[in-house]
């Protein structure tokens, strides 16, 4: 067999009915409709390819925005659920399934087929694709990349627990379609918010660089992912918490261990910005089947003088205080209004300052992604596949059959090296015991730390 994949199969997946919904893209889905999101799944057991699209088809009929296409309409971007279909492709490779978890981040990995966002804007492209790998030593991984205009990680969790409950013959969950998102989010919104928005329109030197920052991307940056486990995420916790004085998360203690431990071997001692997204289904009293990008988030200092546990006690009181001082739909729509959504494309998120170091972390723990079940098997590992290498990103789900938390960030190459390197890995890891016992498959994947 060719150490490359070969093609063994390619179908349309299809719902068979189309209820013809057009969806009004809200704001945020169109700030993030020239991106697509990809993810990957992995089973130590091989999955039945026609069980498989027979669970799609049923799940995309619950959420049939998957399967429908982009449209722009007086300016305005829609989705139409029209059933066009996903696209299900299923290779075979040479390889084990440790090989193919150690590579998922790595450019030409080929484990997902990214959906081309910019061009789907115009219609006619697929909002969802699906590859089932095969490799030889046996397993199967499933690769999903969706358009960012459908919707958000909650959005796609949605179909994903669809598709788990129909090829397991369960109840499928509660799913609702926004027909239009800034006409609901108007009815839900408190008058007052933070009064920042959450992006800017840069000066065309700044928008010159932000674009040579992008095409360089691949060039210049690494992906590297860090397992912490769980035993080391409670003495870290506890540590923090008992400097800073109060009850902290997980989620606060890992993001200020990880962004401290890199600004450190970036001998970096400048006041910099962290960028946390925000679901906000929650916040607002919104239900949790809703589809769409129902995202704002939390602007923090980050001054190394002040220490990791500062950081993760102000982002644990952001997250307290968040609706009444960090949310900002209401700001982002009076933006918009006054700059005219016709310019929207030429704006860009606070959080993407590459040349000012800024860090953005996305917390996607608890989403249920190893909840997931597929003929009664469960993933040993999900992961983001990191299609657009910028630096200064940062994802965190939890780690190797749903334990701990694996983090992966988005460095400038030296950095990089230096965060792989003994010193990096000593500090990364500074509240590892030896004694503690980690996953067996954690030692079968060796690029990850």
Known sequence: MSVWPQLRDSRLVRAGRAPGTVLRCGLM???????????????????????????????????????????????????????????????????????????VTAAGAQLVDPVDAPAARTGGLPLLTVRLTRPSAGGTVLGCSWHHAVGDLQSFMLLLHAWSAAVEGEELPQVELIEDQDALLEEVLPAGDSGRPGFRLPAPAEAAVLAREVAAGPRANRTVQVYFGDAELDRMRREFATAAGRRLSTGDALLA????????????????????????????????????????????????????????????????????????????????????????????????????????????????????????????????????????????VEGFHGTGQLTTVVLPARLAARLRGTAGRAALHRYRDPADVLPAVAATVPKVL
Do not use: K
């Open 29 to 103: 889905d169109t700030m993030l409709a020239d991106l697509a999101v990809s993810v990957v799944l992995f089973f130590e057991q091989a999955l039945d390819e026609d069980r498989l699209a027979a669970g799609l088809a049923r799940a995309l009929e619950r959420v049939p925005v998957f399967a429908g296409r982009l449209r722009t309409v007086d300016g305005v971007l829609e989705v139409v659920c029209d059933d066009s279909g996903v696209p299900l492709t299923r290779y075979e490779v040479d390889g084990t399934l440790a090989g193919a978890m150690g590579r």
């Open 257 to 396: 261990h990880v962004a401290t431990v890199i600004r450190a071997l970036d001998d970096d001692r400048e006041e910099r910005r962290v960028t946390v997204p925000v679901n906000v289904r929650r916040p607002l009293g919104l239900p949790p089947g809703l589809v769409g990008n129902l995202l704002s988030e939390i602007h923090l200092p980050q001054r190394p003088q002040d220490g990791p546990a500062a950081l993760a006690a102000a982002l644990r009181t952001a997250v307290e205080d968040f609706t009444t001082r960090h949310l900002n739909l209401r700001a982002n729509l009076a933006f918009l209004e006054s700059l005219g959504r016709s310019r929207l494309r030429e704006c860009v998120p606070l959080g993407f300052d590459p040349e000012r170091r800024r860090f953005s972390f996305s917390n996607w723990s608890r989403f249920g992604a190893y909840r997931v079940s597929f003929q009664g098997h469960r993933p040993v590992f999900f992961s983001p596949t990191a299609n657009y290498p910028l630096p200064w990103v940062c994802w965190t």
